[in-house]
């Protein structure tokens, strides 16, 4: 079993650092990266074992028939991670296609 982001994911977690960085959520920024590692980090070795449900049609745009799974970083901060299951050469893959928290997308779950 594996877990992929595509390439958008990728760019958006890299950014994602210094996003948190300069909107003052964290007063280091090695600590926003190591925040956004370990949320990364987290995903790969959770997603698979954590309950998920489908996605709203909201969502399609970033692709159809995904599910999706909540991380919760913290009280406040809950990262939703949308992706879709597929086999490659036996081999079960879970395709992240987006993420974001709850602070951006909440009203549309």
């Given at each position: 079993m594996k877990v992929l982001a595509i390439p958008e994911v990728r760019i958006y977690l890299q950014n994602l650092a210094l996003i948190?960085?300069?909107k003052e959520y964290f007063g280091f920024e090695d600590s926003?990266?190591?925040?956004?590692?370990?949320?990364f980090e987290d995903i790969k070795a959770n997603l698979?074992?954590?309950?998920?449900?489908?996605?709203?049609?909201?969502?399609?745009?970033y692709?159809?028939?995904?599910?999706?799974?909540?991380?919760?970083?913290?009280?406040?901060t809950h990262w939703y991670v949308f992706f879709r299951v597929y086999w490659e050469n036996g081999e079960e893959i879970y395709q992240v296609r987006y993420?974001?928290?709850?602070?951006?997308?909440?009203?549309y779950l």
């Open positions: 948190l960085y300069e926003a990266r190591k925040y956004v590692i370990d949320l698979p074992t954590l309950p998920s449900k489908p996605a709203p049609t909201y969502f399609d745009k692709g159809k028939n995904m599910e999706y799974a909540v991380f919760r970083k913290n009280k406040h993420i974001a928290n709850n602070h951006i997308i909440a009203q």
